[in-house]
């Protein structure tokens, strides 16, 4: 510890200029949540009350718990910390929290720098700077983003929508899902065309353009054969590419998936209507970027979640695609349909859904496994349709994916 800069691991933080540095590197912190690790780490010495976090960190400001809950998980995840590690900072049950990584001096640190960040299954935001993002072009010219990190055997993630392969390690939506399914693992993950880091303006914009990418990265990445995660929409991209290439497949894994957008299930039924009346309000706040629109959209994701949860949310679904994209997207998710093809799914298939998901019924993840032969259903108590890191769903999920990946 020197003055207003403490040490500990790898890590960097000056308390003074509100700055936190990994290997040398920075590493951009959530505001509020890094106003916590600071008071934390400048009273080390002792456990500080939820009640003095609440104060210090927002002042006048009323919040609930669930903010300071939101923002300790980034701290955490800030410094290759977990809920369940606890190596940097310590829940004391019913009395607070305390800051308990041992300091180590400026020299020390800098050697420790080499050594790496400690047990392979801490990753967190700090590997964002470590993460290697490459290009390819699919057949008719797009450039695709993707990205690798972690080490170990490779998991594929196929793209789904509101993706920034940069920016989703600095927030509460996606930060977790990266620490997680990196453990032991080569996570390669990519943005969709017209979403993140790949190009927004694209020749094509089709389910099977999205399928040709998923293709595209699998040969540029170098990968025979691999599981193959798909959240939400990425669940049919996946569905559609191990049909294609069983070979190449070995495990599928739908979290929050569906084989028929809401379009196609309501053909014929007293919802089509309805269904199509959502997706004419959902161009217009798309188009309008209607801030009320956007907080329902995001509660809909995230209906357990906090109000500085939906603002997270709407403020990173900006900046992930632009709102004519945001409407073509909605357009073409409405129209998915591989309930044709989901029965020649022949690789061993693991399908994980909230129990109460608001965003897709759990009717279609039973459709799933109804249609895929090899396949298992686990049914997590939650309303998420993206898991936080918060909830005892999200420990759930990895310890399915650890599992059926160790079979």
Known sequence: MEGDKHFFEQYELDTARGQLRRSGEPIHVEPRALDLLCHLVRHRDRVVPKCELLDEVWGDRFVSEAALTTALRTARLAVGDTGRAQRVIRTVHRRGYQFVASPVSADEAAAHQGAGRGPASAVGPGDAAHQTIRYCRANDGARIAYASVGSGPPLLKAANWMTHLDLEWTT????????????????????????????????????????????????????????????????????????????????????????????????????????????????????????????????????????????????????????????????????????????????????????????????????????????RLVLLKSRNHLLTAHEPAWDEFLAHVDAFLAE
């Open 172 to 375: 509460p939506l996606w930060s977790h899902w990266l620490s997680g399914l990196a453990r032991r693992r080569r996570l390669i993950r990519y943005d969709e065309r017209g979403c993140g880091l790949s190009d927004w303006q694209v020749p094509g914009f089709s389910f099977d353009h999205w399928v040709d990418d998923l293709e595209t990265v699998v040969d540029a990445a170098g990968i025979d054969r691999f599981p193959l995660l798909g959240v939400s929409q990425g669940g049919a991209v996946a569905v559609a590419y191990a049909v294609r290439h069983p070979e190449r497949v070995s495990r599928l894994i739908l979290a929050g998936a569906y084989a028929r957008g809401r379009q196609v299930r309501a053909l014929g039924t007293d919802e089509a209507r309805e269904a199509a009346l959502d997706l004419d309000l959902a161009r217009v706040g798309w188009i309008h970027q209607d801030p009320r629109f956007l907080r329902v959209f995001a509660s809909q994701f995230l209906p357990e979640g906090t109000p500085a949860d939906w603002e997270a949310f709407t403020a990173f679904q900006r900046q992930t695609t632009s709102p004519a994209n945001g409407v073509r997207f909605l357009e073409e998710f409405a129209r998915i349909d591989v309930s044709g093809i989901a029965d020649r799914v022949t690789c061993p298939t693991l399908i994980v859904h909230s129990r109460d998901d608001e965003r897709v019924p759990m009717s279609q993840a039973s459709e799933l496994a109804a249609l895929i032969p090899d396949s």
